[in-house]
Each structure stands twice: as C-alpha cells, then as structure tokens.
C-alpha cells in the first residue's frame, strides 16, 4: 500500500517531487483499477501544486461527494454525469493543503447498502464492503495513499476492516459536510481510510486543522481500556473473537489495561432506534429522487425508502431522545476508561459481491458521534479489523490508543 | 396580505379552488412585484395539485433553496441561472402538502448582510431587512400566503419585523436543510413567514408534520413570560421601547404574568462568540466561491471572509464550548418562565436601501437553537416587531403565546 507519511517523509529528504509522488500513484492505477473497478471517474492531466503539507498526495473522493471537475454521480443512474456548481468544503480542503483530489471513488448508491462493481482487493471473491467501497479498495490496492469515505451506519470502518487498511470515522461534523449528498443529517459522518493509523492520523490532523490530533502530539501512557462486547448486536465470528482476542493481547503487551466492559441502557436501546433516525431523514433527504425517480432507485434503498414513509415524527422524536439519553451515559462510561475496543464488523468480508456486510457493530458509534478508528488485525486469510473508540472529541486519543496496538501487532515478540 | 388560514377555510368551504387561489396571488403578483421587486423567479404555468393541506397555497423559496424547475441563483452572478438536480427536502415536502412553489425569492448573496433590490412594502424608502428579502416583502405585499427563508444570524426575524409580517425560526433542524445552501451548519435554520401568527402556526405544523404545534391544540392558559432586555446586544431605539412595552400591557391583559429577566453568563459570552462560530463555518462553506470567485463576490460576504480567514479552530472550538454551556444555562431560565419577550430588532428598518439592518438582538437565539416567532406590533409608520422565544422543541408554545398577544394588540379594548 502507500503509506501517505512515508511518502511525505521522501518528499521532504527531498527524494520524491509532489509531481512524482502523484506519478506513483497514476501508475498504481493504471496496473490495478480495470481488476478492482475502485474509480467512478480519474483527473487526466492534474494540477500538482509543488507546496502544501499535503503536497503529492494524491487523495480520493467518494463519489457523492461534490467535485466541480469531476461528475459527482452519487453511484446512481439518477446523477450520471452530474457536474455541481462548486467543490465540496473537504475537497477544498483538501486543495488548500496541496493534495490532488485525483479520482472518485465508488459508492453504493446514494451510500446506501447496495453493492457496487468494486472488487476486495485483499480477498478475492468477497465484497469489499460499502458503501465507501472504492475508497476502501483503492487503498487497499496501493493505488491511492488517501481516501476520503463517509458513514452513515458502518459505511467507513465496516470496508476498512474487510479491505485490511486503517481508517477513522471522525467526531461528528469534526470534518465538514458541506457538498456531500445527505442520507441522514444526524448520522452522516466524513472519514478517511489510509495505510495505516499514522498516515490517517496524520490527515486528519492536516484536514481538520487540529495539529494534536497527530501522534506524537501527546503520549499514549498506559491507556485504560474497556473491552465492549456489543452483545445487544449479536455475536461475532469466532474468526473475529480471535482477532479481538489478539488485539488484546497486543494492547496488554504495550502496557494497557484491559477490562470487559458491559454498557448499559440506554446505550442498546439507543442503538437498536439507529435506523429509525436514518430512515426518517433519508425519506426526507431523498424525498425528490424517491418522488421522481423510484424506477431507478437501486433494489434494498427503494424498499429501505418504501419502508421509511411508514415512519412517524413520534418514531423519530422518541428515536432522538434516547440517542440524546444514551450519549450522555456514554460519557459516563467514558469517566472510567480511555478508549474502548470492540470488533469491527462480525466477521470477514461476506463472499460475493451480493451484499456490502452488516453494519450492526458500527451503528451506536455513528449515532453517538463519537471517533472510530479500524486497526486491521494481522493474519491468514481475509481481513479482520478491531475499532478502538475514544470519547467525543478525543480523537487524538483514539488514534494514539490504535497506533500503540498497531505496533504491538507487528511485533509479537515485543 | 394573503392569509394561508383564511385560503384553506375557503377552500374548505368551497368557495375557492385551488387553481383559484393559486389565482389570487399570481394576479397580486402581477401587480405589484414590478414594484416591490421581491421575486428572483417564477414558474410561468404551475401545476396545481387538487388536494393535500395545503392545496391551493403558493409558496416563495428563497433563491438558496434548490429547485429543480426554476433557477437557484444564491443571490450571486456566480450561480446566475444555476439549475440543482433535485428539489430541497423542504420544497417537496411543500409539494408533497399539495403547496405550489411558485416563486423564488431574493435572498442576500449567500444569505449574507449585502441588500437585494427588494423594496420594503409597508415602508417606502427603507430596507425590508435580509437576506430573505423577497420572502418577507413578498408575504407583506400581498403577493404570498407563504414564504420559506433561512436564519443564521436574524435574516427570517428581522426582516420580517421590518415588513410587518409574522414570521417564524422554529427550533434547530426542525425543518430540514438537505439542499439549502450552507452559510453555517450549526446556525443554518429554515423558517416561515406569513400574514399572521395563525398563518405561520398552521403552516409550520403541516410541513413539520407536528400537529400540535398549530393553535388549538392546547390551551396557553397564563403564560409566564420573562422580558428579556439583552443589554449586551446594547439598547433598541425608544419606538421599538414602545412597542415592546405595547405588546407587554397586551399580554398582560390578556392574562399572562410578566417579570424582567436578566440572561445571566454564559449568555452574553455565547452571543459574543456567534460571529466565530458563523464566519469559521462559512470560511468552509464557501470555499469554492471564495477561492475561484473572490471578485464576483459581494463587498460586504468577501471582505467577511477575508476576515474568517484569520479564525483559527482553537477560536471555533472555545466558542462552541460557550455555546453549549450557554443551552444549558437556557433551559435554567426556562425553569421558571414559559416564553421570553425581547425586540426583534433595534428599531424600525433603516432608511435607503444600502443595509439590511442589524441582527444583534437575534444572533443568540438562533445559536441557542430555540423558536422564535415575530409579532408585529400595530402602529403608526414604519413596521416594529417583537419575538416570543420558547425552548428547544416547544415551538407550539411560542406560536400560542405570540398568538395570545396578537390577538390583543388588535383589540385595545379588551
């Protein structure tokens, strides 16, 4: 993969021009993207800036995500070949910083959970996940070092972990959403995926202008940390438990404490109204395409939107205020602990290209706004990943907490 | 003015048609925007739906609010003739009433402070307020039952204080923003104008699908209101001392409680910190206009950010901190009263046509998040008005109380 630090770390001994870093990254392309089909749309003939901290970085940009030099298809045959008016503000950005928004990356519909063409790079014959699917693969596939992905539900870490590649979910609205399509208002969140826990900590300390967001900033210590089971979403794979199990250890080894760590009402009935908030706004964020254009809406979000007319504002105000409810408990969890840890995704990437997996360990986290970071867990096979959950905020802290097991993984004789 | 209750009873009534209503106002149009110059657009033969709630009723969508049939030209010759792909939430749930947008509205560039052409109907020579100019001059000529606008500092209160029609911010995200262009999303809040309080109440209910927030559905009883001076947005002029005085003798004729009440700190410090909190934010929503469009935009929104650009996230974070210690101290306040009584502006619209007025008796409400509803006061000249304000989520509460003291000012005797 191209680790987005190490290529600015040769940018900056002066071994590599931002213009070859982003050569680099054209030729990875060209070689994997007609196996992976990660992109919706690539820049030609980009404009490298020579300065920025993010000089040479070539970045991607979910595909409903608004460019106004690249169509913005939302992965919908409703949007094909749409041009906005203006950049969104991430890709701005991303701009002022230097980077190259060089390609759109493929997107379930309207980021819903219908799959995508997108290929896992690291599995063969697997979904990659979804709904940031190109964004996950093609950093996977060492084609882009950066790529920006949002989630609703599970839509950044769930294709982080099938995919193998670290990813955070930032605090809510840390990152703005300004020119990104609306599912739900309440819920979607901009995250990025990259190599590994330092290259996406050090971009989002770049993006969200935020230096003590980056490792290093502060020391880790020896982090309390509570090991969440998430029994009210059911149970994982045994594959997963092992891999949770591992990155326990990893943890322990570095010199944190681990503890098991239930959370109590109104944190599962929160998480179990986590659709009803996103239906209601999604029927509402999507009240013209739904309207106009039901014929072409993709298979699960058509019946997801037929659904979601049945829906109250009673449901939803009474949805709301438990997520109000349970993300103050949740802070009070937070008074004991650091960071928590819990699995990913169930397993691994489901077989086939038929579904996108299940979100159901990622959903309370998006409606608690709280940052999530994917540390994939070394191993046979297809990827697994653990995400590890710091407090509103905090997402330095997370990422420093994810950075420590990262490296206690990488060497288990340590 | 046109009454959206008094259309609905003839329709109900059957002494109206849709198509006729919809009638009335494109002949009050004809008439008079030649003059008022408060429309940005408008749908030459529009499709008139036969039933639904709001049947009948033609709407104005400030020109910031996407549609897909008329042009969304932001107030700004860098959207002059842009066409969105899809209708905002706000105006298919609109059509989803069985309402017919008829019109866009003129808006400030951007909703920002520089003045439209629009002419203030009820005060020739002086501004009607903005940015949503055309809607509230729009409603006060007679034009329209019903106008959408958006307020991020005071641009639904005060102009329509300034044109003497009733208005309503209702509560944070009450109405949905999906496809409203971005000033600032912790600000940004969509919101009504009409003929009179009933107007505003009828319509808000329907297109938040909350029926109790329409009049009738609970009593008011006695309200206790708290007068509210704000002495650190400084003092209004002696006319608007007047009218507030007026509307506290009405009130408590018609059997409320009144006290002065003093917005203890963090209150003032929180209004101190709205422009940091706004202009961070539309440093980012705007980047694109900002850094491709400096030139084409207006004088008073670039040299703004030109300013924003000095804000740094330390600054943004410390002040939302302010502002979510403030909505606590809010709901303390609320303990004790049901609704606050201050002026909606700091007197009548100021004369000529080169300032929109000044939002300073409005900023803290709208970053509290909380409903405010305009009252109109009646009198002599240029219109004044004044808010209810009522917590978070009790927008019915502020419609009956200002309805209570509507129905009083009009009849002196009582």
Chains 1, 2 share one sequence.
């Not at 680099?24 to 980009?46: F, K, M, N, T, W």
């Not at 409903?64 to 203006?86: H, K, N, Q």
């Not at 990813?167 to 703005?176: T, Y």
Request: proline share 8%; net charge neutral.
């Amino acid at each position: 993969m191209l680790s987005l630090v190490d290529l600015l770390a040769r940018r900056d001994a002066g071994t590599l021009t931002p213009a070859a870093a982003i050569g680099i990254a054209e030729a990875a392309i060209a070689a994997r993207e007609p196996e992976v089909g990660a992109l919706a749309s690539l820049q030609a003939d980009p404009f490298v800036p020579e300065r920025g901290p993010l000089a040479g970085i070539a970045a991607g940009v979910k595909d409903i995500i608004d460019t106004a030099d690249l169509p913005t298809g939302m992965g919908s045959p409703i949007y094909a070949g749409w041009r906005p008016r203006a950049d969104a503000a991430i890709v701005m950005r991303l701009r002022a910083l230097g980077a190259v928004p060089l390609a759109k990356t493929t997107t379930s519909p309207f980021a819903s959970l219908d799959p995508t063409r997108t290929r896992n790079p690291r599995a063969p014959g697997r979904t990659p996940g979804g709904s940031s699917a190109g964004s996950a693969a093609s950093v996977a596939a060492g084609m882009l070092p950066l790529a920006l992905g949002t989630q609703t539900g599970g839509s950044v870490i769930r294709p982080a972990a099938y995919c193998g590649v670290a990813a955070i979910k930032p605090s809510f609205r840390l990152l703005p959403t300004v020119g990104v399509k609306t599912f739900s208002w309440a819920l979607d969140t901009l995250g990025l995926f990259g190599a590994g826990i330092r290259d996406v900590a050090r971009a989002l300390a770049l993006l969200a202008d935020r230096p003590a967001i980056d490792l290093g900033a502060s020391e880790p210590g020896r982090p309390r940390i509570g090991l969440v089971a998430q029994d009210f979403a059911g149970s994982p794979d045994p594959d997963m438990q092992a891999a949770l199990a591992a990155a326990v250890r990893a943890a322990e080894r570095a010199g944190a404490s681990v503890r098991d760590l239930a959370l109590p009402e109104p944190l599962p009935g929160a998480w179990a109204r986590h659709g009803i908030i996103q239906d209601y706004e999604a029927r509402q964020a999507l009240a013209w395409e739904y309207a106009s254009h039901r014929d072409a809406l993709s298979e699960g979000l058509g019946a997801r939107l037929d659904r979601a007319q049945d829906l109250t504002a009673r449901d939803y105000d009474d949805a709301r205020r438990h997520a109000h409810q349970a993300r103050r408990a949740l802070k009070d969890v937070f008074s004991d602990v650091d960071v928590l840890l819990t699995v990913s995704a169930p397993g691994r990437a489901p077989e086939g290209l038929a579904s996108t997996g299940d979100p159901r360990f990622n959903r309370l986290w998006t409606l608690m706004g709280v940052p999530c970071v994917n540390l994939p867990v070394p191993g046979e096979g297809a990827p697994l990943g653990v995400q590890v959950i710091a407090r509103f905020g905090d997402d330095g802290r997370a990422l420093a907490a994810a950075r420590m097991i990262e490296a206690a993984l990488a060497d288990p004789s340590r």
